[in-house]
């Protein structure tokens, strides 16, 4: 079996998404997100859902399940082409060990107040080399494939993405690139059977989910994790009823065994085990992302979710939005791994923290006494990609 290439996350880019002009969040390993209400930071998450929406089903749909393109795109300045885009860069592992990165990503070019648009589409490699392609609208071009008409008002990466191993990589990855906003209540509702082994975004699915791991090494290490959440836990498995797949929770206590449902657990032991299948789901997602992952948790528990991302992030990156002190107040929790997310004057930005805070965290300065303090000071200039959306170079794209 040929090696398989392996595709790194390593930043998002929007060009007039909601109250975004020019945003760059690069990521970490483990990168968290804060900022106050109505920020912009579910703004960050939804682009990703909506790039992953257009290559898995369509960008016409994706773009209509929030009202269209005018309710997504920012107002362009009087006398501009509006320009709604979306982009990731990646970093890619080729068979034999040598690296490139890439970026795949597109923009609509659009008139003000009009619904219609066009489509620019792009991949890029540094170095470049002959798996690229760029399109705009009905126009394809790529070094080795010729005869694509690219779909009417939709992406061409889902046309051709299975016919290169570079774009087949992309391809997937954009696919696995997950939203959650996980909901205790759905959980317990049990979906029906058979929707499929990648967790849902509410976490509806995760009894089909959790049998799809059962037995094998991931279920015992989300057991472990979940035994830290849930006292007395000693086993979590499924069964059906009714043609839905429910989950069981088995804890001991003083002796006394007992059965649980999914309806006798705390929504905190609910949506941690939700954290936790999606970072153990398979096939491996190439990027998680949960928004405000205290909800419903015990303070006690957060450092246990975070412990479980720090050893997730081999095979993941994840991305954590909080307004926790306690979650950042674990001693891994690095300026290098936040991200501070600010609306000013009609526009969302993203901004590092400035030098001098980030060598000012310690033991007992943590980014959650900071917070707490309303002291996380970020650098002067938020970050922005190139002016041209798609481009890439050999250092930071």
Request: some cysteine; aromatic content about 6%.
């Amino acid at each position: 079996m040929p090696d398989r290439i392996h595709v790194t996350v390593e930043e998002l880019r929007l060009r007039n998404f909601r109250a975004f002009e020019n945003a760059r969040l690069r990521l970490s390993d483990v990168t968290f997100l804060v900022g106050r209400n109505g920020a912009g930071k579910s703004s960050i998450l939804d682009a990703v859902e909506l790039l992953r929406e257009a290559v898995t089903d369509n960008l016409e749909n994706a773009l209509d399940r929030r009202g269209g393109i005018l309710k997504v795109r920012r107002m362009a300045a009087a006398g501009e082409t509006p320009r709604l885009g979306v982009a990731v860069v990646l970093g890619l592992r080729l068979p034999g060990g040598r690296d490139t990165r890439a970026v795949y990503g597109f923009e609509l070019l659009g008139k003000p107040a009009s619904p219609s648009y066009q489509i620019r589409e792009c991949l890029r490699l540094h170095p470049e080399g002959a798996s690229f392609f760029k399109r705009r609208d009905k126009q394809f071009h790529a070094a080795q494939k010729t005869g694509v008409s690219p779909p009417a008002g939709n992406l061409v990466l889902p046309l051709v993405g299975r016919s290169d191993s570079v774009w087949e990589a992309v391809y997937d990855a954009v696919r696995r690139m997950y939203w959650y906003d996980l909901s205790a209540a759905a959980m317990a509702a049990s979906s029906r059977i058979g929707h499929g082994t990648s967790l849902e975004g509410t976490g509806a699915n995760a009894g089909d989910v959790l049998k799809s791991i059962e037995g094998t090494e991931d279920h015992g290490w989300v057991l472990r994790h979940l035994a830290a959440l849930m006292p007395g836990l000693t086993g979590i498995r499924t069964e059906v009823l009714l043609g839905r797949r429910v989950l069981v929770f088995v804890q001991e206590q003083d002796g006394i065994r007992r059965e649980l449902d999914a309806l006798q657990v705390s929504h905190g032991t609910l949506r941690g085990l939700g954290v936790l299948l999606a970072f153990r789901q398979q096939p491996a997602p190439a990027l998680v992302l949960v928004d405000e992952v205290e909800s419903s948790v015990h303070p006690g528990g957060l450092a246990v979710l975070f412990d479980a991302a720090l050893a997730s992030c081999a095979r993941t990156r994840v991305v954590l939005t909080t307004h926790s002190p306690e979650m950042l107040s674990h001693p891994a929790v690095t300026g290098e791994r936040l991200r501070v997310v600010e609306w000013k004057e009609g526009t969302s930005r993203i901004y590092l923290l400035s030098a001098e805070t980030q060598a000012a965290i310690s033991e007992i300065d943590t980014v959650g006494w900071m917070l707490r303090s309303n002291a996380l000071w970020t650098g002067p200039q938020p970050e922005t990609h190139p002016s041209d959306l798609l481009a890439i170079d050999g250092g930071q794209a």
